[in-house]
């Protein structure tokens, strides 16, 4: 999976500070929480942390968002 250099960078320009998951973190399990999320687990249990992350950061929100989409069956070509 690709990611753009940009937003990486952006994205640790951007991160909140609190939680103690990170950008790079988030980015790492992401895929696994979506997984979890659309297998109807406890994603919030299994990832501790990401949510938390995902409600204090834009940058991580919308990844997951466009995520979300693409495995959910909403993708476009
Ligand atoms: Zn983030």
Same mark, same amino acid.
């Given at each position: 999976?690709?990611?753009p250099d940009l937003e990486?960078? &952006?994205?640790?320009l951007l991160g909140p500070a609190g939680p103690e998951v990170g950008c790079d973190v988030c980015f790492d399990q992401l895929?696994?929480?979506v997984e979890l999320e659309l297998a109807n687990e406890d994603a919030d249990?299994? &990832?501790p942390g990401l949510r938390a992350h995902l409600?204090?950061?834009p940058a991580c929100r919308e990844e997951h968002e466009s995520l979300l989409a693409l495995v959910g069956?909403?993708?476009a070509p």
């Open positions: 999976m690709e990611r990486r960078t &952006l994205d640790r895929d696994r929480y249990a299994a &990832l409600h204090g950061c069956g909403d993708q």
